[in-house]
T-cell receptor, first 114, second 114 residues
Framework: KAGVTQTPRYLIKTRGQQVTLSCSPI?????VSWYQQTPGQGLQFLFE???????NKGNFPGRFSGRQFSNSRSEMNVSTLELGDSALYLC?????????????FGPGTRLTVL | AQTVTQSQPEMSVQEAETVTLSCTYD???????LFWYKQPPSRQMILVIR??????QNATENRFSVNFQKAAKSFSLKISDSQLGDAAMYFC???????????FGAGTILRVKS
């Protein structure tokens, strides 16, 4: 099976812009989670989507939003970008059949905000 | 709140020798999984091993094994016959209080010397 894919792999934006990141899960996986990785804060959970519904949310401002499509692909949007949003954004997919299961990660999108 | 602690920021091991990475966690959950993920310089997060909390038997995957001490909330990773390709950042992770959210430790950089 193909793994989790994320596009784009690299992105450079300026403050105030918005950005959309995409994630395609492993075939058959219905849950998609997003994480932000920074040197200062480490890996932090953003949100999880399952069957097109947000099932869980981390402690991030409303500028961070997401959605999931009927084919389980997910997008994450960040509006009004700030310098502190520069990070590696990781998407992970899992079967979603249980409340807790094993997550498999994509290669990440490196976002740089100038 | 759920916490995962990796007390070793950096470890070194000679090729072909054994190294143990430490992890402690704190959870009020009764049903959860614990994970070790490896993140090489490519930044791709790779699942190394998984432990189901209700299983007393320690998980093993080839050269990788864990020492799971549930009462002590300890979950260490042992890498036997270390190889140059094992050099990476290793993250310990546990399910959070709600759903599929993963809580990560700060990571341990493993260096393998030839």
């Amino acid at each position: 099976k193909a793994g989790v894919t994320q596009t784009p792999r690299y992105l450079i934006k300026t403050r105030g812009q918005q950005v959309t990141l995409s994630c395609s899960p492993i075939s058959g996986h219905r849950s998609v989670s997003w994480y932000q990785q920074t040197p200062g804060q480490g890996l932090q959970f953003l949100f999880e989507y399952f069957s097109e519904t947000q099932r869980n949310k981390g402690n991030f401002p409303g500028r961070f939003s997401g959605r999931q499509f009927s084919n389980s692909r997910s997008e994450m949007n960040v509006s009004t970008l700030e310098l502190g949003d520069s990070a590696l954004y990781l998407c992970a997919s899992s079967l979603g059949t249980g409340e807790k299961d094993t997550q498999y990660f994509g290669p990440g999108t490196r976002l740089t905000v100038l | 709140a759920q916490t995962v602690t990796q007390s070793q920021p950096e470890m070194s091991v000679q090729e072909a020798e054994t190294v143990t990475l430490s992890c402690t966690y704190d959870t009020s959950e009764s049903d959860y999984y614990l994970f070790w993920y490896k993140q090489p310089p490519s930044r791709q997060m790779i699942l190394v091993i998984r432990q189901e909390a209700y299983k007393q038997q320690n998980a093993t995957e080839n050269r990788f094994s864990v020492n799971f001490q549930k009462a002590a909330k300890s979950f260490s990773l042992k890498i036997s016959d270390s190889q140059l390709g094992d050099a990476a950042m290793y993250f310990c992770a546990s399910h959070g209080e709600y759903g599929n959210k993963l809580v990560f430790g700060a990571g341990t950089i493993l260096r393998v010397k030839s």
